[in-house]
């Protein structure tokens, strides 16, 4: 696989792409990984890669003009590159994307600064993908989320082939749910303990407490899963009943405290 980016801040991705996972993956000839610097494709002697918008407003917009010429540069060089753009009105990126963009073939994340980009600048872009309801003030970090996310997933890259499958949000045998608590020695800190069957040797009774645990923790925290999960009726009808229970307490706890405020006002 190869990934690229086209930054105004190349600089930024070498120390993250060389590091960790990443780096002994790319060490390992997992992918192949370039940063471009947009301010390559410009001619003037400032290297202006923005300008002020149209109309007026607030900031600068990062010209069409080198965003164009890059793209189609970089895209000349070897087989046509799957092109992603980020954008608030982007798709928003899950698991299920970096699974899709882990197959393939050549990968180039362009990242905007500034205000944003001349509209006509995304007609290059195959995708256009967010990370988040939220302001950043570039596209580099949310290129290194997508990389680490796609990189990870790439046969070998991890050093075991099925080390990725329980993950939270996995397709594997998390089935689309958070991943189960898991600990380490010591056995006890400060008073807390580990649950007894992850201690106990037997895999089926450990197996199925992680399932159950992982739907406990979906429920908790993220019962938006829930829908698109693989539950079996008799997990559903569980996790049912763990809603239930937990919108409960959380309506009694809400109920408290505002008994605590009106005592305290009065």
């Not at 180039?108 to 290059?124: K, P």
């Not at 993908?129 to 997508?146: C, F, H, K, Q, R």
Request: net charge negative; with cysteine.
């Amino acid at each position: 696989m190869i990934v690229e980016t086209l930054s105004v801040f190349p600089e930024m991705f070498e120390p993250y792409m060389s590091s960790s996972i990443l780096g002994r993956a790319r060490r390992a000839g997992l992918f192949d990984f370039a940063a471009y610097d947009l301010r390559d494709w410009t001619h003037d002697r400032h290297r202006t890669v923005d300008d002020e918008p149209y109309g007026g407003g607030q900031g600068m917009l990062m010209k069409v003009e080198p965003l164009a010429e890059a793209i189609e540069d970089i895209a000349s060089k070897g087989p046509k590159p799957h092109v992603v753009f980020f954008t608030p009105c982007g798709e928003r990126f899950d698991q299920r994307i970096a699974e899709r963009l882990a197959t393939c073939e050549r990968l180039l994340l362009v990242c905007g600064r500034y205000e944003g980009m001349d509209e006509r600048a995304y007609s290059f872009a195959d995708e256009r993908l967010s990370i988040g309801d939220y302001v950043l003030t570039g596209g580099e970090l949310p290129a290194m989320v997508v990389a680490d996310a796609v990189i990870r997933l790439l046969p070998g890259a991890l050093g075991d082939d099925m080390s990725n499958v329980d993950e939270s949000f996995s397709g594997g045998q998390t089935g689309g749910l958070l991943e189960y608590e898991q600990y380490t020695r010591p056995s006890t800190f400060r008073g807390a303990g580990v649950p007894e069957v992850l201690l106990s040797g037997d895999h089926a009774k450990v197996d199925a407490w992680r399932r159950r645990n992982a739907i406990e923790r979906t429920c908790r925290w993220r019962p938006d899963l829930l829908e698109a999960a693989a539950l079996s009726d008799a997990e559903r009808a569980y996790a049912e009943e763990l809603l239930a229970r937990y919108h409960d307490a959380d309506g009694q706890a809400e109920a408290q405290r505002s008994d605590t405020e009106e005592e305290v006002q009065a």
